[in-house]
């Protein structure tokens, strides 16, 4: 079914000036970007969009680095877009992506990976409408 996935740019890799490199991947694998927005997030914000994670031990590392510097947000819109985003980010950690992964390819540490996706279809639906509008998506 096509599918909508949130998917951020995070600080490591818009750093890096790796955005159309990431751009181009996505697009090369089918998905579409149907929305799309730079913000340098606060720390309420990333705290909030990360609060399924607020009692893991990671948690302040990881909302730390999220705002230490601007991110880009998309919405990719594709066939089996969630997974797709997942099998193009590779493992959460660099060190187990496989090769030709965006995280092999551009992420240094587990927190500093490059790249968010959302794992499941009620979870992506929650990030989408965190960071846009219904009449910021545009079907294509
Ligand atoms: P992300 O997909 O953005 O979701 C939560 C983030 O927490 C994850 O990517 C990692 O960057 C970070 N993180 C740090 N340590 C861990 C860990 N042990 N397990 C999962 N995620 C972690």
């Given at each position: 079914?096509v599918?909508?996935?949130?998917?951020?740019?995070?600080?490591d890799?818009?750093?890096?000036?790796?955005i159309?490199?990431?751009?181009?991947?996505?697009?090369?694998?089918?998905?579409?970007?149907?929305?799309?927005?730079?913000?340098?997030?606060s720390?309420?914000?990333?705290?909030?969009?990360?609060?399924?994670?607020?009692?893991r031990?990671?948690f302040n590392?990881?909302?730390?680095?999220?705002?230490?510097?601007?991110?880009?947000?998309?919405?990719?819109?594709?066939?089996?877009?969630?997974?797709?985003n997942r099998?193009?980010m590779?493992?959460?950690?660099?060190a187990?992506a496989?090769?030709g992964?965006?995280?092999?390819?551009?992420?240094?540490?587990?927190?500093a990976n490059?790249?968010?996706?959302?794992?499941?279809?009620?979870t992506?639906?929650?990030?989408?409408?965190?960071?846009?509008?219904?009449?910021?998506l545009?079907?294509?």
């Amino acid at each position: 079914a096509v599918e909508r996935t949130l998917s951020i740019i995070k600080p490591d890799a818009v750093a890096k000036n790796v955005i159309g490199e990431i751009y181009n991947r996505f697009e090369k694998a089918g998905l579409k970007i149907v929305a799309a927005r730079m913000i340098h997030l606060s720390r309420e914000q990333a705290e909030g969009f990360y609060a399924v994670h607020k009692e893991r031990p990671f948690f302040n590392d990881l909302v730390g680095f999220m705002i230490s510097g601007p991110v880009m947000v998309q919405v990719l819109e594709g066939e089996n877009a969630i997974a797709k985003n997942r099998e193009i980010m590779g493992a959460t950690n660099p060190a187990e992506a496989a090769a030709g992964t965006l995280r092999h390819d551009y992420a240094e540490t587990i927190d500093a990976n490059a790249v968010h996706g959302s794992d499941a279809p009620e979870t992506a639906k929650q990030e989408i409408e965190f960071f846009f509008k219904a009449d910021e998506l545009c079907s294509r």
